[in-house]
């Protein structure tokens, strides 16, 4: 039973997941942390992080998730939840788009799109911060988190593995 419900959940988040994994991390806590009480707060965090440091799609995350909660099966259900839907109507939907190539409502959609898929991204930004700029030293994260956006959006090639790194080694210096 527990196997089925982790596969609902995923589906779900899949079919959700418009413009990306990134878009449903809000729900994805929301669902994993808050409502089944599979994973902590702090938990949700790790996760994340291994999950933007590993090679690959930073939403393998879920396999972590997935075998948190039920071991290795939990891992593969959680992996083709939440994969599979969403390339259902990747396939099905790159078909009916190629159809309407000429059609004024393509751009349309598009343009109506954008906006929707950025505030998604958005949400899923503040829903990991607010896991990782709590407690006392809350300013520190937060100046750590500021640091890294301007590193990486007036760096030029900068990789954010290294940022990553350097954060928590001086987490590990400044934060004892």
């Known amino acids: 039973m527990k196997l089925l419900h982790l596969l609902g959940v995923f589906s779900l988040l899949s079919i959700l997941a418009i413009g990306g994994g990134t878009a449903v991390l809000p729900e994805m806590k929301s669902l994993t942390v808050e409502h089944e009480g599979w ?30 909660v039920a071991g290795f099966l939990g891992a593969f259900v959680a992996f083709a939840g939440f994969f599979v839907p969403a390339c259902i109507i ?9 159809h309407f190539a000429d059609s004024p409502w393509r751009l349309a959609i598009q343009r109506g799109m954008a906006p929707i898929v950025v505030g998604l991204m958005l949400a899923g930004t503040i829903a990991i911060a607010r896991t990782a700029i709590v407690g006392r030293d809350s300013q520190i994260c ?20 290294l940022l990553i790194l350097a954060g928590g080694v001086l987490g590990l210096v400044l934060l004892r």
């Open 142 to 161: 937060l100046a750590f988190a500021a640091v890294v956006f301007i590193a990486l959006y007036f760096g030029k090639k900068i990789n954010p593995a």
């Open 90 to 98: 990747a396939i099905v939907t790159s078909r009916i788009w190629d």
């Open 39 to 68: 994973l902590s707060d702090s938990q949700f965090r790790d996760i994340y992080a291994i999950g933007q440091l590993a090679p690959g799609p930073n939403m393998l995350m879920v396999i972590v998730i997935g075998y948190r």
